[in-house]
C-alpha cells in the first residue's frame, strides 16, 4: 500500500501544478486584455505623446547633421584649398620649363615699356623744339 499512495500523492502533486500553470496563464490572459483596454482608452494621449517624442528626436537629428554637413564642407573647402595649390604649383612649374613668362615677369615688362614709351615721347618733344629752335635761329 505504500505504493499507492507514494502515486496518489504524486497524481495529486500534479494536480496542483496544473492548476497553478491554469492560474498563470488566466492571470497573463487578463493583464493582456487589460493592457489592451488601457492601449485603447489612452492611445490618444500615448500616440500624441510618441508624435512629440518622435519630433524632438528629429529635430535632434537634423541638428547633428546640419552640424556634420558643415564641418564636412569646412574640410572640403581646405582640400580643395590645398589641391589648388598644388595644380598652381605644378602649371607654374610647366610654364617655367616651358620659358612662358610669369605675370610678375609681364608686369615688369609692361612698366619698362610704358617708361620706354615716356622717356621716347620727351626725347622727342625736345628733338621737335631744337629744331625749331634751330630753324628760327637760322633765319
Known amino acids: 500500500m505504500a505504493k499507492k499512495s507514494k502515486k ?25 486584455l487589460g493592457a489592451f483596454g488601457y492601449a485603447q482608452k489612452e492611445g490618444g494621449m500615448l500616440f500624441d505623446a510618441l508624435v512629440k ?5 528629429q529635430k535632434r537629428a537634423t541638428k547633428t547633421a546640419g552640424q556634420t554637413i558643415a564641418d564636412v564642407k569646412v574640410t572640403a573647402s581646405k582640400s580643395w584649398g590645398k589641391l589648388e595649390k598644388v595644380f598652381e604649383a ?36 625736345a628733338t621737335a623744339t631744337s629744331h625749331k629752335r634751330r630753324r628760327s635761329s637760322q633765319s
Open 90 to 125: 605644378g602649371v607654374a612649374n610647366a610654364l617655367h620649363t616651358l620659358n612662358v613668362p610669369t605675370k610678375k615677369e609681364f608686369d615688369k615688362l609692361s612698366r619698362r615699356v610704358a617708361e620706354l614709351g615716356s622717356a621716347t615721347k620727351r626725347r622727342s618733344v
Open 53 to 57: 517624442q518622435g519630433e524632438a528626436i
Open 8 to 32: 496518489s500523492a504524486k497524481k495529486g502533486g500534479d494536480y496542483v501544478r496544473v492548476a497553478q500553470i491554469q492560474g498563470s496563464a488566466n492571470e497573463i490572459w487578463l493583464a493582456g
